[in-house]
């Protein structure tokens, strides 16, 4: 057998690191090793072009602009521009020298995209609104007169995602010189090592044209997230800006930093997309500050008479989303689950209760959730009794029942419980079609949403493992050469409900599909020319174009594709929770889950993250033909309690630290654990 890393044990399992506003113990941080390569954080918080995507032979010098050589560049005249790259989705304000100015009429301008696709000197990717003609951003001027000395982009102009800046001289035929571009990083402002991340992942890939692509994958998601982290003053100006500006220094919430959906856009808090984002957040950097930050801000906008909350934060402020006011109470539960910050609950406690209320009093005769909030990722048709607001609601009653526990409402968690029990019953009587084995979309219709069902597995709406089984089968059916087109959304592929899907699979035991929608839709999404190669694009076509909600909201314009989207991360803690399959299931993993997804195209993985609690790391290697089946080298802080599960495929003799604790133990058997360092063997 190859070695693995046995890096697990000697991890410290605490490091006190005080943060200013929370007196708290947070995680130590991850181990070193080769997957550090694959961080595609800053490792400083000035970064510099690394290379010259485009330049007009009227420049002189360009390569004096790039990373490590500081020499002036000439703009030689009106016309002249060139294009840096920063090698990756970055976001921040542009500073650089005037080292001479010839002419009291010399000006340049600014140009910002993320994808090659827009590269051009007079026009920016699209940010503030989608027109058709995908010029609606312009440029950033720098008029003349232009002055000798250094100069910062106007804080109000910030650009929250871009890979390419263009500069371009707009004024007379004068020379202008240049130098020391450099982007100054916006986003995670309270982190003064980017890099240094609470959890990691490892395992290389047998069945994908690169072997490393599902560790840089998880590093392209954790970093995507750590973009989409940003200071409270630099959300996108609401109303937007005129055609040929924008504008980000609007207020987004309570108190900063704070997590929004997309780096470019919309920079605001969207409770739908955190679903995704906030577990990429808790298996990488365990930065839960923003988190809280986002969800204190939906309830302090709350609406206090009928308990309603916002579906999305300020500026933007949009209402009227059932599926959006859940994704909020899901998010609560989330992040009590990673932090177990009880202070915070009990703040919460009253509008949260309240905001249940709210959407539990949408329950009509039907024992059914009437969605008439209809506003939600975009999917088409989700008003009436439709099956993916009733698959939401059934998660925020079950996470609900557990919030009222530990809360220590004893009555108020049995209550929750009772009618999430109900909703199940009803849920699967109303639209469960045996003959197709997928529930289908609303009471009046045949469809088959990519959402309801991959949520129905995922939220255990489902009565049993057939049905998961039959769903995973049938999502599949939606599936064309770059993942699933969902029926709700035609000619769409949604990275946000397709991690859904993807972790559908993996709860329905069907390893095989979930690999292949992974290297379908992110091997395309991460290594796509049209895209940054290192976060993780918003969403597609069909045929993988960018001209994503072409008809749905983004006007034709493909240049308001956001390109660094945490929606779309996925992958990050799936990677994690069922490949390694390492998860925890009390707050701060005082009870955690070991059930790893070993028949993939990975015959080992390592990966790992912590809590407050201490470390939690899994190492796991298949064997050969004479060798052991299994050997899992775990280590969980001591006074926590887990359950190990035998993978699909997986039987045998369970050994733990030599003694063995299970004889002829079946794939599916649990296994009772106790925190520590522990070597699981099954033969």
């Known amino acids: 057998m190859l070695p693995l890393f046995k890096v697990l044990s000697v991890v410290p399992l605490l490091l006190l690191i005080c943060d200013p506003t929370r007196a708290e113990i947070l995680p130590s941080l991850a181990p070193s090793g080769p997957w550090d390569s694959f961080n595609y954080a800053p490792t400083t918080r000035t970064v510099y072009a690394t290379s010259i995507r485009h330049v007009e032979p009227t420049v002189s010098g360009s390569e004096n602009l790039l990373s490590g050589d500081h020499g002036s560049t000439i703009l030689n005249g009106n016309g002249a521009w060139l294009t840096l790259d920063f090698g990756k989705e970055v976001g921040g304000l542009i500073s650089m020298n005037f080292d001479s100015i010839n002419s009291s009429s010399s000006s340049i301008s600014l140009a910002f995209t993320e994808s090659p696709m827009f590269i051009s000197p007079n026009l920016s990717d699209d940010s503030s609104f989608p027109i058709a003609t995908m010029n609606y951003d312009g440029v950033l001027s720098v008029p003349a007169p232009l002055s000798s000395g250094f100069w910062t982009q106007p804080a109000f102009a910030l650009r929250g995602g871009f890979r390419f800046l263009t500069i371009a001289s707009t004024g007379d035929n004068a020379p202008v010189v240049i130098s020391n571009v450099s982007c100054a990083i916006s986003f995670m ?109 939906m309830f302090a906008n709350i609406n206090p008479q009928t308990g309603a909350l916002p579906e999305s934060g300020p500026p933007l402020s949009q209402l009227g989303s059932d599926t959006y006011h859940c994704w909020t109470l899901i998010g609560s539960y989330n992040y009590y689950l990673y932090s177990g910050d ?79 029990s109900a909703l199940k019953t009803t849920f699967n009587s109303a639209f469960w ?179 407050a609690l201490g470390w939690f790391g899994v190492a796991w290697e298949r064997g050969e033909s004479e060798e052991p089946a299994l050997i899992l080298d775990v280590t969980t802080p001591e006074g926590t309690a887990g359950a190990f599960t035998l993978p699909k495929g997986v039987s045998g003799t369970v050994k733990v630290n030599g003694t063995v604790v299970a004889q002829d133990a079946q794939e599916g058997q649990v296994v009772e654990l106790q925190g520590g360092i522990l070597q699981i063997m099954i033969s």
Do not use: C
């Open 189 to 297: 402002p309270h982190v003064d090592d980017m890099t240094a991340y609470t959890g990691y992942f490892y395992a290389k890939d047998s069945e994908f044209e690169d072997e490393d692509f599902l560790t840089k994958l998880w590093y392209a998601g954790a970093y995507t997230v750590q973009t989409n982290t940003v200071p409270v003053n630099t959300g996108r100006q609401v109303p937007f800006e005129s055609q040929g500006h924008w504008a980000n220094n609007a207020t987004l919430g309570v108190a900063g930093p704070i997590i929004v959906d997309g780096a470019k856009r919309d920079r605001a808090v969207w409770p739908g997309d955190m679903g995704i984002a906030v577990p990429t957040q808790f298996v990488s950097t365990f930065d839960l500050i923003p988190t809280r930050n986002a969800l204190s801000t």
């Open 342 to 420: 009880d202070e915070w609950l009990n703040t919460i406690w009253p509008n949260y209760t309240l905001a249940v209320a709210f959407i539990e009093g949408k329950v009509d005769s039907s024992g059914l959730l009437n969605v008439t909030g209809l506003r939600d990722w975009a999917r088409q048709g989700g008003g009436g009794h439709n099956s993916e607001g009733n698959a939401i609601l059934y998660k925020v009653l079950t996470t609900a029942t557990a919030l009222a526990s530990y809360a220590g409402h004893t009555t108020l968690s049995l209550a929750y419980s009772a009618n999430a």
């Open 433 to 611: 079609m045996p003959e197709v084995g997928m529930y289908r979309d609303n009471t009046s219709t045949t469809l088959t949403p990519q959402d309801a069902n991959s949520l129905a597995v995922l939220f255990n709406v489902t009565l049993n493992d057939t049905q998961k089984e039959l769903i995973s089968e049938g999502l599949e059916r939606n599936w064309v050469e770059l993942g699933p087109v969902p029926p709700e959304l035609p000619d769409t592929i949604s990275p946000f409900i397709s991690g859904f899907e993807l972790q559908a699979h993996f709860v329905a035991g069907n390893d095989t599909r979930a690999f292949d929608l992974l290297h379908r839709e992110w091997g395309y999404i991460l290594y796509t020319n049209l895209s940054v190669q290192s976060t993780l694009v918003e969403g597609l076509t069909a045929n993988g174009s960018l001209y994503y909600r072409y008809y749905q909201g983004y006007n034709d314009d493909a240049a308001y594709t956001s390109h660094s989207h945490g929606w779309s991360s996925g992958p990050t803690s799936a990677l994690t929770f069922y490949v390694a399959g390492l998860s925890i299931t009390a707050p701060q993993g005082a009870e955690w889950s070991l059930a790893p997804h070993v028949n993939g195209p990975t015959s080992s993985v390592e990966a790992g993250f912590g809590t």
